[in-house]
Nanobody
Framework: QVQLVESGGGLVQPGGSLRVSCAASGFTFRLYAMSWYRRAPGKERELVAHITTTGGTTTYADSVKGRFTISRDNAKKTVYLQMNSLKPEDTAVYYC?????????WGQGTQVTVSS
């Protein structure tokens, strides 16, 4: 059974940093690209960052470029999202995602709140 378990969310002040993690199981992690999405209150879910199988290529939403870094550890079957210079508009539930055979799989999400 495919499982994606996010962790590391929390409350942080504007300008602060946070790292969220996603532990994967139930599929051959090293063979699949991974993504982070987020859903802010009252908004559609949006793609935040994407990383290829070896981590050689990463892409980011314009709104987080230069502030967020996606990475992965294939030995640990974990993907990370390092978030720096956080802004109140980054407040959202952050979800890990993988596409297997055309099917999107999601974790339960982790809440990130940026507020003073």
């Amino acid at each position: 059974q495919v499982q994606l378990v996010e962790s590391g969310g929390g409350l942080v002040q504007p300008g602060g940093s946070l790292r969220v993690s996603c532990a994967a199981s139930g599929f051959t992690f090293r063979l699949y690209a991974m993504s982070w999405y987020r859903r802010a209150p009252g908004k559609e879910r949006e793609l935040v960052a994407h990383i290829t199988t070896t981590g050689g290529t990463t892409t980011y939403a314009d709104s987080v470029k230069g502030r967020f870094t996606i990475s992965r550890d294939n030995a640990k079957k974990t993907v990370y999202l390092q978030m720096n210079s956080l802004k109140p508009e980054d407040t959202a539930v952050y979800y890990c995602n993988v596409i297997l055979g055309g099917t999107h799989w999601w974790g339960q999400g982790t809440q990130v709140t940026v507020s003073s």
